[in-house]
Structure formats: C-alpha cells, structure tokens
C-alpha cells in the first residue's frame, strides 16, 4: 500500500474500529453495572416483603391475644398490607422474566384471599367469638400468609436466574464483538506494512574503445574498434539477466480471513481438528496445541492437539500458572512469547487467548522455517487466537454452564 490516500483510509478504518471497541466496552460495562444495581434492588425489596408478610400475620394473631386492643391491630393489618401491595407491584415493575411476573400474581392472590379472610376474622372478633377467631387466623392466616411469602421467593430465584442468563449472553456478545474489532485492526495494521519490490539489474554493457579509421580510400573507408586489452578471442556479447519475481508473502491474508470466518461459524467441536489444521498451514506450524485455564486461573489444560501422538495429552498434564515457560509466561502477561530455533531443535511461539475477563488460554505453536522470528506470521497468529478466545470464553461463564449441563 503504496498510495497516500489508501493509506490514510486503512488508517481511518483502524482507528474506527479502536474507537468502536474502547465504546463497546464502555457502554457494556455501564449496562452492566445498572443491571447489578437493578438487581440488588429487586432482591432487597423482594425480601422486605417477606418480612412485611410475616409482619402481617403476627399482627392478626394480635386479634386474639389477652390485653390488646382490636382496634389498633385492625388498623395495623390494613396499613401493612397496603405496604405490601406497593412493594408487589414495583417488583412487577421491575421483573425480567414471565415465570418472576406469575409468582407475584400468585402471591397477590394468597394475599388478596387472606384480607377477605381477615375481614371474617374481624366480625368474629367484634363478636367476642374468640374460638372461632383463633381457628381462622392460626389455621388460614398462617396458610395463606406462607403461600404468599413462598410465591415471594420463587419469584426472587426466577429473577436472578434470568438476569444471570441475560449478563452471560450480553458477555459473550461483547466478547465477539471485540475479537471482530481487533481482527479488523490487526488486518489493517497489516496491510499498512511497506512491501519491499526487488527490481531487476540494469542490462551491461558491451566492452568500448576508441575508434580508429584506416587511411581514406577513394568512395570507401574501413572503421576498425579497438578494444583495451588485446584479449585472445573475441569478446562475446553477454545475455541480459532475466528479471528476478517479487517475493511471495509470508501469509495468505485470505486464508487467515476464511479461516477466522470458520472459526466464528463453529458448529460443534468435532469441526475443530480440521479447523485446527488449517491454522497450522496458515501458520506454516508443524504443531498446535491448545491450553485452556481452569475456572480459577491457576493452571493450564490441553484441549486440543494437533500435529502430535493423539495420547500426547495425557503425558503433557496440566501447567502451572508460575510455571518456567513460555506457555505459562504468556499466560500471565497476556503478550506473545517466541523461543528461537537452532539447528537442534525448531522454534516455538505462545500466543494468549484474550478475552473480556482477561487470558483465558494459549495457542501454543511448533514452527517451521524460522518462522518465530517473521513478523506477518506473529501477526497472523495473533489474529487467529483472537478468534479462538471467542469459542472458549471466559473460565466463569465456561464453568456455570458446566454445572448446569
């Protein structure tokens, strides 16, 4: 990219997307943080209406205790259940899911029937039929007050469970979103490189001297060349030199783009081996293998494997995160480690997989041909894991979605 104003588009077109990202990131964090404060608040009220529920019932116990007075415990029943029908409907209001909305119409209705109960018990209780006052409210009350507050906690349970699916979706959605952002940079970057072109040699010249003319004879004369050196045979014209081609790229930037568009269209695992070939190819690696963190970020595990035995992983165990390497160093810092080949042994490279919540993996890689030390296969590589760290995403999602599998 040779032309100043291509340049200055790609240059456009990176710092959009960087732009796009910081965004992204800072328009999800802020949701993310609203939606926590929202449910704090729906679980606060949620129990306070489980206390004003049971509030309710020990005030109409209060009918039938010795001493006190029917009038102050009448009126105390009415003013906390008009509490309690303000608290239901702004949690209705602020529900996320169906199944948290029909709980708190079940726990309206066990309410709405133990007022109508109440209004009962208080007739008996004007009456001085306290036998008959004690019945309904320790037998009725007590059910309908406890059907209430079981409705209230279901619907809590079913709120928080939809708002933790919801926060895992919008995670993951984040998470793909940057992946796609830093390919675009990186491409970009990339084609922002100067290429150098290797131009062929100038054609030489044919050896010169100065020119002698022979005596003037009538009508004609002779024109004779006269070399420098006096040379045994005469001196051949040499071939011009055929034009050298231009060197061809270290990386198929198309190859790097189908396979990243593969990766993020990965069906199941089983299309992973393949996937997984192709990178080495890209990558011109003799080996692959990829680590994933356990959910507590402490060590590394081998998922996948390529270019190896097949019961390589169970020799290879698991890595420290401390560990005295490059797989383990790359882990920790979130930067690209390269080991040098020799004539010994070949090269070696330890790409991070990135994530929103931070590194969740690395993409280790044999190379071939010195390839540790060319820039456009770091590159490609860094682009590739990129995309992987959107399959494997971050340890804590990865994990409650074990335990409810």
């Given at each position: 990219?040779?032309?100043?104003?291509?340049?200055?588009?790609?240059?456009?077109?990176?710092?959009?997307?960087?732009?796009?990202?910081?965004?992204?990131?800072?328009?999800?964090?802020?949701?993310?943080?609203?939606d926590r404060a929202a449910a704090r608040a729906f679980a606060d009220n949620?129990?306070?209406?489980?206390?004003?529920?049971a509030d309710l019932r020990a005030a109409q116990q209060s009918y039938v205790a010795i001493g006190q007075g029917e009038d102050f415990w009448f009126a105390r029943v009415t003013a906390i259940k008009t509490e309690i029908d303000d608290r239901i409907a702004?949690?209705?209001?602020g529900a996320r899911a169906a199944e948290t909305a029909t709980e708190l119409d079940l726990a309206a209705t066990a309410l709405q029937e133990f007022m109508q109960m109440d209004l009962r018990a208080r007739d008996l209780r004007r009456g001085r039929q306290l036998s008959?006052?004690?019945?309904?409210?320790?037998?009725?009350?007590?059910?309908?007050?406890?059907?209430?507050?079981?409705?209230?906690?279901?619907?809590?349970?079913?709120?928080?469970?939809?708002?933790?699916?919801?926060?895992?979706?919008?995670?993951?959605q984040q998470a793909t979103m940057s992946g796609a952002a830093a390919a675009v940079?990186?491409?970009?970057?990339?084609?922002?490189?100067?290429v150098q072109r290797s131009y062929p040699e100038p054609i030489a010249s044919l050896p010169t001297g100065p020119i002698v003319f022979d005596a003037p004879k009538p009508r004609t004369h002779t024109v004779r060349v006269v070399p420098k050196a006096a040379p045994s045979e005469a001196p051949s014209a040499q071939p011009p030199p055929q034009s050298q081609p231009e060197p061809r790229p270290a990386v198929d930037l198309d190859r790097v783009a189908t396979l990243c568009r593969d990766l993020a269209r990965v069906p199941d695992t089983q299309a992973l081996p393949a996937l997984l070939e192709r990178t080495a190819a890209v990558l011109d690696a003799s080996g692959l293998v990829v680590w994933i963190a356990d959910p507590d970020g402490r060590e590394l595990s081998p998922i996948l494997i390529h270019g190896y035995p097949p019961k390589l992983a169970t020799r290879l165990g698991t890595i420290a995160k401390d560990a005295g390497n490059v797989t383990a160093a790359a882990f920790?810092?979130?930067?690209?480690?390269?080991?040098?080949?020799?004539?010994v042994s070949a090269g070696a490279i330890a790409v991070p997989l990135i994530a929103v919540s931070g590194c969740v993996g690395v993409m280790a890689a044999e190379m071939k041909n010195g390839g540790e030390q060319q820039g456009p296969l770091l590159a490609a590589a860094s682009i590739v894991a990129s995309?992987?760290?959107?399959?494997?995403?971050?340890p804590s999602a990865r994990s409650r979605n074990e335990a409810a599998s």
């Open positions: 990219m040779s032309r100043l104003s291509i340049r200055l588009s790609l240059l456009v077109i990176c710092l959009a997307a960087a732009g796009g990202a910081v965004f992204l990131l800072w328009s999800s964090s802020r949701t993310a943080a609203n949620a129990r306070r209406t489980t206390v004003a529920i702004a949690l209705r209001a008959q006052t004690s019945d309904m409210v320790y037998a009725d009350g007590l059910d309908l007050t406890k059907k209430a507050a079981d409705a209230i906690e279901r619907a809590l349970t079913a709120d928080t469970v939809a708002r933790d699916t919801q926060a895992a979706a919008e995670g993951q940079m990186l491409l970009t970057l990339l084609l922002l490189v100067p920790r810092t979130g930067l690209l480690q390269t080991v040098k080949g020799d004539a995309q992987l760290a959107t399959l494997v995403g971050p």
